[in-house]
Structure formats: structure tokens, C-alpha cells
């Protein structure tokens, strides 16, 4: 499989039910009861749409609707996985889910009740804790040559002692502490799976947005000149046909085959060492370091995840509760969108290798420029334009064209009608745009989190100054602080794009 990660957005999430119309003008209403009365939309898009406020936002409430409502789908947790669960929480991880080896400071306290009330079993403890660790024993680890110390609190020096050397904190702090995390998320999936699994249905009408994209994608590039010119539809259109979206049983399979192997080598180091129960947490951490990274597979569904691994793609939980709530023209801005947004990493360049080098140098330019200016204009906080961000800045942008494509074909000159619902004169053209900014609301300044994407505030207001539905939809002024951010207009797909690569 090409790995070939997009993460963005990490933050969504929401409820459940849906459709009745009383589930729907809630939506609507939190979105409304949200807006800025002092910013408005050509002012300051993202925070007309997502305030600096203590109100509730949707997304906020959403999240922990869902968070709750997931504690109910515990179907897949089998007995077996919920005590490896709990017993590597309990040796590994601190009240405060920090990683720790305390399960040594557990042993050592075990092995001193032995030691003073049971010599005999604590000396056969001893022997098995030297063959455990090295046959034969070398220095620190020789802890059997203890057993003549009759002072119980000095014979547990020596054991712990050799326990600091066989599991430093540093290692804890680097390999194991990555694979602990691993562990923890990978039983999150499993509850995410069985979450998804009662609400498939959406997933349909989310593939079928997904294949509409990519088929206006296609027809685009047909257009695109430099497509034409060098005569490469034959190679871009089945490039683009080969995308789809993974289905979610790829990932609880891999966490269950990735759980029923860790249980098999645990179950194994405890019998080929005949351990007691005391020293289960000694294959436990044998059990970590050797256990294989699960990288790709904890993605979906630990939190929000999007990501294009061309062909497939991977959406979590949250993109498929977007698509329940019946608002259509939100459905668009949100779902479309995201969708858009991953479609979108095929087209442009990828980190990891190029499947389509479409940029040309001149749309580059354009990108990078845009993104700067809004900079300039709504940064928070730290605000630079560099390269690695260049591809998600270009998918963000494609989304926002797609946007318009979307709300053209589905709404035609309705999408100027208003909203059903609405008691702020809300289109419905307005609404998907307010969708997009709504899925990433935060009600902190908005920094930039990572080297691939701009802030939330930058990433929003620079594609909105670049579409012209967008102008229409709130009929900005040219004196707008929004249009007045625009820079030239970038043209990423269509017979509008350069005609030349370079
Ligand atoms: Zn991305």
C-alpha cells in the first residue's frame, strides 16, 4: 500500500439521530444563534461564522454528544481484550495517562510481601527472574545470588537495581511509549467501529459524493489545457477513476488481528517462563517492544481523521455523522468539502511521491501568494507560507471550488433561495459556505498546529476571498476586507489553468 498521509482538521465530531425536522432547525439554529453580530461575513469570514465567544458551537456540542454516546458500543470488547486493556493501563500508565514503567515499583512491593512471609517461593521467584532476563546472567541481572540476604528491604535493592538497567525510563519515554499509545488507541478503533457499524447507512450517500467529485474532477482535467495539450486524459482520468474510500472493516480487522497477536506472544512468554501473575507485566513490556507498529491502522478513528492514501481514502466517524444532518446545502459546505479536500491531495503534489505533478509554476505561485496575503490580514498568531503547507493549500482551495460546482449542479438558481428554517435570511448558497467554516470553529485565537497546514482562520478566509460565489452569496464589496485579502485569481483545475506545467 502507498502510504501517503494527508491528516488535517482534527476536530469533528457530533450526534447521531437526525432528520426529523426539529433535529434539523436545531442544527440550523445553533449555526444562526452562533453568528457574530459584530463581525460580519466580508469582514472577517471565519470569525463572523465562529466568534471569539463563550456561546456553544456546533461542532463543540456535537463532539461531546458523540464522545458520550460512543461509551454505549462496546460490542466487539470481547473478555480477552478488555483485561489486556486494563492490565496494560494499569502497569503502564500513571492516574494522569502518563506513560510510565511504575509496573517495576508494582513488582518490587509484590516481591517484598513474598520474600517476608514465603522465602522459599520469593527464592524460585528470583531463579525466574534471572532466566527471564539472561541465560546466564550477567552482573545486575544475577538477582538469585540475593537469596542469602535475609534483610528483605536490602535483597529488594538488588531487584530493583536491576530493574532501573533492563527498563530504563528514557526507553519508556521513546519506542514503548509510542506502542503503549498504540495499544490504548487501537481499543478506541474497535469501539469506533462498533459505533459506525450501527450508523452504515450514511455511508452510502457519502461514497455516492465521493464518486460525484471524482467525476466532476475528471471532466475537469479534460478541460484543463495543459492536460489537453500534452494529450493526457488517457492516463489522469483512470488515475482519478482508481480513487475510493477504504472501508472501515479494513481497520477493525487489522486492530483485531494486531490485538489477537499481542495476546498470543503475552500468553506465550508467560508460559514458556511458567511466570505467576506478579510478573505479567514483565511480558506485557516484552510484549511492547517487540510488537509491530500499527502507524497506518489506529488513523482512523482515533479522534478525526481524513487522509487520502491514494487510491483510498479514509474518513472517521465525524464525516459520516456530517452527512446525517438533513440540511443539504450544509451537507455540501461540510461533507463535499472534506471530501473535496482529500480528493484534491491526488490532484495536487504529494509528499511522499508524485502521482500527478499537475502544479505548474504559475499556480504555485498564485497558491502560495493567496495564502500569504490572508495571512497578512486574519493571522492570530504565528503566520509563515511555507512549501510543505502548499498541498493542502491547494486541496483547500480545489474544495472550495468544488464547493461552488456542487452547489451549481445540485441547486442551480436556487441556491439564492433561502434556507428552510431559517430565521436570519439565511441562502442557501451562504449555508454551505458557513458549513465549512463551522467544521473547523474554534473559540481560540487560531494558530498554525503543523508544518502542513495554515491556521484555521487563514485556511478558511483564503478561499472564500478566492471564490466568487462566495462574493455573490454575502455581495461583498470590491472594499471588503475579505475581497480587499485576494490576491490574483488561482486557477488549480479547468480550462482556466495554465497551459503550460512550468
Ligand atoms: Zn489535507
Not at 103 to 126: G, H, M, P, V, W
Not at 461 to 486: G, H, R, T, V, W
Request: charged share 20%.
Amino acid at each position: 500500500m502507498q502510504v501517503n498521509f494527508y491528516f488535517h482538521i482534527a476536530f469533528l465530531f457530533f450526534l447521531i439521530s437526525c432528520c426529523s425536522s426539529s433535529y434539523v432547525n436545531r442544527y440550523l439554529k445553533m449555526i444562526e444563534n452562533g453568528l457574530s453580530e459584530e463581525i460580519g461575513p466580508c469582514d472577517n469570514f471565519f470569525r463572523h461564522v465562529c466568534p471569539m465567544d463563550d456561546k456553544p458551537y456546533l461542532m463543540k456540542v456535537l463532539t461531546d454528544e458523540y464522545i458520550s454516546d460512543l461509551l454505549n458500543y462496546t460490542k466487539t470488547y470481547e473478555p480477552k481484550y478488555m483485561k489486556i486493556n486494563s492490565d496494560v493501563r494499569k502497569h503502564f500508565l500513571t492516574a494522569k495517562f502518563q506513560v510510565s514503567n511504575n509496573f517495576t515499583n508494582i513488582i518490587s512491593s509484590n516481591l517484598k510481601t513474598i520474600c517476608e512471609t514465603n522465602r522459599a517461593e520469593f527464592n524460585s521467584y528470583l531463579k525466574k527472574l534471572e532466566n527471564f532476563w539472561d541465560k546466564p546472567c550477567i552482573g545486575s541481572t544475577c538477582v538469585s545470588q540475593i537469596s542469602e540476604i535475609e534483610d528483605c528491604d536490602r535483597a529488594l535493592d538488588f531487584v530493583k537495581n536491576a530493574f532501573s538497567g533492563i527498563y530504563p525510563s528514557d526507553e519508556f519515554a521513546g519506542l514503548v511509549e509510542k506502542k503503549i499509545r498504540e495499544f490504548i488507541l487501537a481499543h478506541q478503533v474497535l469501539r469506533n467501529y462498533e459505533w459506525y457499524d450501527e450508523h452504515r447507512g450514511s455511508y452510502q450517500k457519502f461514497n455516492e459524493t465521493a464518486q460525484e467529485i471524482i467525476e466532476i474532477s475528471s471532466k475537469l482535467l479534460e478541460d484543463t489545457p495543459w492536460v489537453n495539450r500534452l494529450n493526457l486524459t488517457n492516463i489522469f482520468v483512470p488515475y482519478f477513476e482508481q480513487l475510493h474510500i477504504y472501508k472501515p472493516e479494513l481497520f477493525r480487522d487489522n486492530i483485531i488481528k494486531y490485538l489477537d497477536g499481542f495476546i498470543g506472544k503475552y500468553d506465550k512468554c508467560m508460559e514458556d517462563n511458567a511466570f505467576p501473575e506478579i510478573f505479567s507485566a514483565l511480558c506485557y513490556a516484552n510484549v511492547l517492544r517487540e510488537v509491530e507498529t500499527l502507524d497506518l491502522w489506529i488513523t482512523w478513528n482515533a479522534g478525526f481523521q481524513a487522509l487520502n492514501m491514494h487510491p483510498g481514502m479514509v474518513f472517521s466517524n465525524i464525516v459520516v455523522l456530517l452527512s446525517q444532518i438533513n440540511l443539504p446545502s450544509f451537507y455540501i459546505g461540510s461533507v463535499g468539502k472534506v471530501v473535496a479536500h482529500e480528493i484534491g491531495h491526488s490532484l495536487i503534489i504529494s509528499k511522499n511521491q508524485d502521482f500527478i505533478p499537475y502544479y505548474s509554476n504559475e499556480t504555485t505561485k498564485c497558491v502560495q501568494n493567496q495564502f500569504e496575503k490572508s495571512c497578512e490580514y486574519f493571522q492570530e498568531g504565528k503566520c509563515d507560507t511555507i512549501y510543505s503547507r502548499y498541498d493542502d493549500n491547494g486541496a483547500d482551495l480545489f474544495a472550495s471550488f468544488i464547493i461552488s460546482e456542487l452547489l451549481n449542479s445540485h441547486f442551480g438558481a436556487d441556491k439564492n433561495n433561502l434556507v428552510e428554517g431559517t430565521t436570519k435570511n439565511i441562502t442557501n448558497a451562504q449555508l454551505a459556505f458557513m458549513a465549512s467554516a463551522t467544521v473547523l470553529c474554534e473559540k481560540v485565537p487560531s494558530v498554525t498546529q503543523d508544518l502542513e497546514h495554515h491556521a484555521n482562520v487563514v485556511r478558511i478566509n483564503s478561499i472564500m476571498s478566492q471564490n466568487a460565489d462566495f462574493k455573490e452569496a454575502f455581495n461583498c464589496p470590491d472594499n471588503s476586507k475579505m475581497m480587499l485579502a485576494k490576491n490574483e485569481q488561482c486557477h488549480i483545475i479547468g480550462k482556466d489553468a495554465p497551459i503550460s506545467r512550468f
